[in-house]
């Protein structure tokens, strides 16, 4: 994500902002009211490494996660199928990747390689980044296209049965022309998916894509984004209580990244103390204590999964 966009996208996060009549609709149409606060809270970089699926699948069961985003491109993503198989209810949607941002923990396509040859680096993996000299300077849209629909035809033939669809570091979501192809495999498999904040869409120039998911078919909540947390692992609870306290009426998303704090993780990210800190934040009694008196309803991505397939 470029520091522009990555600044457009963390001002586009007005937590204090009253939800739209579209988000409200939403709100009601899965059963809650208008005044009532809804939010789902996702760990992404579910399959990205061991480290990451032992933080997931505790905060699933014991933690206040309520839904997960699987990297079907990544090592240890069979491991989730496996365990998936053993848990079927548990709410896991695809993080579709396009991307492999680690310097020395790198992965390549699901896809055939002679059909995504934009898609892959000098170095033969996804590309580091999403631009200036990423994916949007070498690949296009219809190979973004047919990676994701590999992603999610690969976490079919597992037996996984996804609940929803976002994009890893944003690839789908940051030009219109990725965006189309991104709609189109929601349509296709029927499937909620994350978007950006409409303010997002305002302040880039972009289509309307909740007009446009909308009309499709295509249920999505308000973004509530925690892409840029601080980098003191001391800091990261204080910032997502305050991020609970300030939220109003609407249907919210809070993604996190939980990880445990291993040999493994840490010789991946540099960001591992800070994804261990949102393991422990998410675990934590006091963290259900506090979206309980605010008063918080907590769902998954299944929920619209239903309603949209209803």
């Not at 001002?11 to 009532?36: K, M, N, Y």
């Not at 079927?88 to 055939?112: C, F, K, M, Q």
């Not at 029927?190 to 009309?215: C, H, T, V």
């Amino acid at each position: 994500m470029t520091t522009v966009v990555l600044r457009l996208f963390l001002a586009s996060v007005v937590i204090c902002g009253v939800a739209s009549a579209q988000e409200a609709s939403l709100a009601q149409r899965l059963g809650f009211t208008d005044e009532d606060i809804v939010l789902i809270i996702n760990g992404d970089d579910l399959g990205m490494c061991h480290s990451a699926n032992e933080a997931v699948f505790d905060a699933l069961g014991r933690g206040c996660l309520t839904t997960a985003t699987l990297m079907v491109p990544c090592p240890w993503a069979i491991e989730v199928a496996h365990r998936w198989k053993e848990q079927p209810d548990l709410d896991i949607g695809l993080h579709l990747t396009h991307t492999a941002e680690w310097r020395h923990y790198r992965w390549g396509p699901v896809a055939s390689r002679h059909l995504v040859p934009g898609l892959i680096d000098a170095e033969g993996f996804l590309h580091h980044d999403v631009e200036p000299d990423g994916v949007y300077a070498h690949a296009t849209p219809a190979e973004a296209y047919i990676e994701a629909k590999a992603q999610i035809d690969q976490a079919l033939s597992w037996g996984v049965q996804p609940t929803h669809l976002d994009s890893h570091m944003g690839t789908l979501q940051y030009r219109d022309d990725y965006f189309d192809e991104y709609l189109k495999l929601a349509v296709e498999y029927d499937l909620p998916i994350r978007m950006e904040s409409a303010e997002l869409d305002r302040m880039m120039g972009l289509k309307d894509r909740r007009k446009l998911a909308a009309e499709a078919g295509v249920e999505a909540p308000v973004l509530l984004f925690g892409y840029k947390t601080p980098g003191d692992p001391a800091k990261v609870g204080p910032f997502y209580n305050e991020m609970l306290r300030g939220l109003k009426p609407g249907v919210w998303e809070l993604l996190i990244h939980p990880a445990l704090p291993t040999d493994e993780l840490k010789a991946i990210a540099g960001s591992w103390a800070v994804r261990g800190a949102e393991y422990e934040w998410v675990t934590s009694p006091d963290t259900r204590k506090l979206i309980d008196e605010l008063g918080i309803k907590l769902i998954g991505y299944r929920k619209l999964l239903e309603l949209q397939r209803q």
